[in-house]
């Protein structure tokens, strides 16, 4: 085989290869599967100039397959290279064409962008989001502007409801990124960036940070999960509930590890003594499905995991390891954050 085919050859790997992969964007981070209005635009824009791509490849391919099977036989029978001509090939396939592409492309991509809002007065939602390393802390405002309540690393929305979020950053520049409903979108220190959140399905949508921002930037994901407004409403209220007093004994002597440990120091439950603020907000653990910035389940196994080294899960998070507890005080503090429902 010669090397104009070989290269036909290998165009046609490559649009397969490409087939392939649009065939598997249907996952939990595809952007090719929107699930809210500013997400589809950008689809239809991927789809787009994916469809472009295999036109251009299937064309280029057909040109080198030509090439290859036009002039067969020795190198000696050809002409020599610096004989002239095809200059014109040269100039419509290498500028004219390249330009013609790029510029429309450059317009389509602009139309698509003026469909995405970047502020909106009628949102029912107001959330803020501040990126931290590694996590999101989430606070959902009340109708005045006011702090309902906070939590951390899963946003709650209503489906078909329109949701402002503000992001801002309180250390380095991170990228709030739930592909599904919306593209990526900086949270930057000393900045506030706002988007709308639109979600035409229920659903639970993976999101991470997507610029790089220290060493667990690849363990600080998060989870959109839209919900029924009903279902939304009621979560909401729940939230903004004072944290339930434990009641079975085990829980109860958790409590008592939780508050007079270091655990208080870092971490908010509110309706208890305990207001750190630089952890994440506990309040209501239980009802969430995932610990360390979405990146584990939320179940005893890995709570108490994660409890007494979490530097081993995650190492350079602001949550040390905590040595100091013995296994039955271990169980107990599992058992109290499980019952923060
Ligand atoms: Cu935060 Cu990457």
Redesign the pocket.
Known sequence: MNRGRTRAVASTASVFACAAVAGSCSGPLSVLHPAGSSAASLARLGWFVIALMFVITAVMGALLLVAALRRRGQLTEHARYDVGGGTGWVLIGGALVPVVVLAGLYVLTLTALRTIPAETTDAEVHIDVA?R??WWDITYRDSLGGIHFRTANELHIPVGRTVRVTLRSLD????FWVPRLHGKVD?IPGRTNTIILNATEPGVYAG???????AQ??L?RLLVIAQPPEAYAAWAAAQARPAREPTADLAREGYGAFMSGPCSLCHEIAGTPARGRTGPDLTHFGSRRTIAAASLENDAPNLRAWIVNAQSLKPGALMPALPMFDGRTQHALVSYLQSLR
Do not use: R
């Not at 380095?172 to 990228?175: A, F, G, K, R």
């Open positions: 990126a390393q590694w380095v520049n991170h990228s949270a991470e940070c997507a610029e790089y921002c220290g930037h690849a600080m």
